[in-house]
């Protein structure tokens, strides 16, 4: 079963190899709004970018943070994160660093965005939440890498959420 998810990623430079993620057609099609949606959700007011999140957040069971160099230091994706929690939806990472963008080019490694947030018992989120990495380094085998597991990673997020 294909599952409905929202997916957390920094735009402006993680669109392309976001992109490639979610149209593996490994989750349901509703996932995966068009980059004309944000680009005109995020010319709003930071109220009217909220009520946006908050109302695609509500119809998916799984948070998907498909990280890249900077993703951590984002606003937006920290809100989704903090309000997937609240909301005791599943959270998962993956790493999306070695990705090809555009241009051809991979980017480094970023932090782990879910070192930040903490749980409502003191403890960072990171204990609880997996963060996929690829073990391989070139793009077409971390395409594939990924490809394979995001089903898997999803339905354990799921069958974890709420429990930390």
């Known amino acids: 079963m294909k ?16 992109s490639q993620v979610r149209n593996m057609g490994k989750v349901d099609d509703t996932s995966t709004f068009s980059d004309n949606d944000w680009e005109e959700v995020r010319s709003k007011s930071d109220e009217s970018i909220k009520l946006w999140i908050d109302a695609e957040m509500e119809k998916c069971s799984c948070i998907v943070v498909l990280v890249g160099e900077t993703t951590s230091t984002r606003k937006w994706v920290k809100y989704e994160i903090e309000k997937a929690y609240k909301l005791e939806k599943g959270i998962v990472g993956i790493y999306i660093h070695n990705l090809k963008d555009k241009d051809g080019n991979q980017a480094i490694k970023g932090a782990n965005p879910f070192y930040t947030v903490y749980t409502d018992s003191g403890e960072r989120l990171s204990k609880y939440v997996t963060c996929f990495d690829s073990d391989h380094t070139s ?18 997020a799921i069958e974890n959420s709420g429990t930390y």
Do not use: H
């Not at 599952?3 to 976001?18: G, I, L, P």
């Not at 395409?143 to 089903?151: A, C, Q, S, T, V």
């Open 139 to 156: 793009s077409t085998y971390v395409y594939d890498d990924i490809k394979d597991n995001i089903e898997e990673l999803i339905e354990n």
């Open 3 to 18: 599952r409905q998810v929202f997916f957390s990623f920094e735009y402006m430079k993680d669109n392309w190899r976001a």
